[in-house]
């Protein structure tokens, strides 16, 4: 016996106590430190309640319930939801300081009602037989010219005559004026950006011709769930923001957002995905965008109503008081998420859709796809990164994403690691205050 390969053990931040999690078998227990040392020591490996818990194993034995989880997961996945991104323009009426589509594709006409056409009839035929939703990215799908005013109506009817949810991904400008036209279909969420309060949010995300913008997203984001329509509000972080955070958390509080069932949020983390940022200083890596939150929640708890960072696994385990099932791969490209654009293209995912040199082939005029490349995107997983096999991280972490990994090493089946240890010493710290203060 020995212990296990997917144990992950560390100490709790400001504390004394450790932490010891398997994602495999699905345990998670606080060590004092006199336990804890046993674990170092290897004293646990004839302990029959170590063993029960998978922390201490037959290493053959778990080889085997490794692969049996692992075909669980791909029988699974086969059957999921696809999430299906359509771009009808790259175009946009805001001048984000941070966008990161600043350099993609501008050719070709905006989506034009053929090849909207043409998409529906991909999808029907590609993915027939399969739970599916559509969601319209950007640019920004919600512009008030006539043309792209006819696109939408055509795309929401066509959706409502298909019984397939919608989903938006907007900077809501325009989204009061667009509710009527919304409503008429069945919506699975609307995404809007709130970067935070009026003067925050103005200086990183005004028009095009420097006018500002909060005022006319926050009545978007009224009218959408006076109109029960699900928001979820999307934060965009840096160090240019982070300390705003607790007032745009007490205005969402305030208007009664956050009391509302139709309204959820997520914290984006703003870095460098393909076209350079002009001050790399602002930006933070995930761990250190991590604990200043950690700071920033013990000195203003009222956050915890607006959002609960995951802090990989903390958050789940807490809620739930059990363990997610592991995660054996966290790339959705190609296999739970596609994209497509006006110009008939199609693309992996959202990291890479409108990325020239990224596409993986057409849906129009013809079909046309590049089969090995896609290959690839599919197989990826911690079974085909090197890197990932030895990891006992693994399974909390799912490799990460494949568009950073190749942006970073130019190979699809390098890891984009994740820093689950050093999230989990901060998330089960966090919660496990936050429960005792209850």
């Avoid at 983390?269 to 933070?284: I, K």
């Avoid at 490209?333 to 082939?361: M, N, Q």
Wanted: glycine share 6%; proline share 5%.
């Amino acid at each position: 016996m020995e212990l296990s390969r997917h144990n992950i053990f560390s100490r709790v931040h400001h504390s004394d106590e450790y932490f010891l999690v398997n994602m495999l078998s699905g345990n998670a227990d606080i060590l004092t430190p006199e336990e804890a040392l046993r674990v170092i020591s290897k004293a646990v490996l004839t302990d029959p309640e170590y063993i029960s818990k998978g922390y201490v194993v037959d290493p053959e034995a778990e080889d085997k319930e490794f692969r049996r989880r692992y075909i669980d997961f791909i029988d699974a996945r086969d059957t999921d939801e696809i999430q299906l991104f359509y771009v009808p323009t790259y175009a946009c009426n805001f001048n984000c300081s941070y966008c990161y589509q600043e350099g993609y594709r501008k050719q070709g006409k905006e989506s034009s009602l053929q090849v909207a056409r043409a998409f529906f009839g991909y999808i029907q035929s590609a993915f027939t037989g399969r739970k599916k939703y559509i969601t319209l990215f950007g640019g920004e799908p919600l512009l008030s010219d006539q043309q792209n005013i006819e696109f939408l109506d055509f795309f929401i009817h066509r959706c409502s005559e298909l019984e397939l949810e919608l989903a938006i991904v907007t900077n809501g400008y325009n989204l009061h004026d667009c509710i009527p036209l919304l409503s008429q279909t069945k919506i699975r969420e609307i995404q809007v950006t709130l970067d935070g309060p009026e003067e925050v949010h103005n200086s990183r995300r005004p028009l095009k011709g420097g006018s500002g913008t909060f005022s006319n997203v926050v009545k978007g984001i009224d009218a959408a769930l006076q109109a029960g329509l699900p928001v979820n509000l999307r934060v965009v972080l840096d160090r240019d923001n982070i300390a705003s955070l607790p007032l745009l958390a007490e205005l969402a509080i305030e208007k009664g957002w956050t009391s509302s069932p139709q309204f959820k949020t997520q914290l984006g983390r703003n870095y460098e995905l393909h076209f350079c940022q002009s001050e790399q200083a602002r930006l933070y890596s995930r761990i250190e965008l991590y604990r200043d939150l950690y700071d920033l929640v013990l000195k203003h708890p009222h956050l915890l109503d607006f959002h609960k960072p995951a802090y990989s696994v903390s958050k789940f385990l807490f809620e739930n008081s059990e363990l997610p099932d592991p995660l054996f791969d966290s790339c959705p490209g190609c296999k739970t998420e596609w994209a497509f654009d006006h110009t008939g293209r199609i693309y992996s995912c959202t990291a890479t859709v409108g990325k020239p040199g990224e596409e993986l082939g057409t849906f129009f005029p013809n079909v046309e796809l590049k089969k090995p490349e896609i290959d690839l995107w599919q197989q990826r997983d911690v079974f085909s990164i090197g890197a990932c096999k030895t990891c006992n991280l693994r399974l909390a972490c799912g490799g990460g994403c494949a568009s950073v990994a190749y942006n970073r090493e130019k190979n699809l089946l390098a890891p984009d690691c994740r820093p689950v240890k050093e999230l989990l010493e901060l998330g089960i710290s966090l919660y496990a205050a936050v429960t005792s203060n209850e």
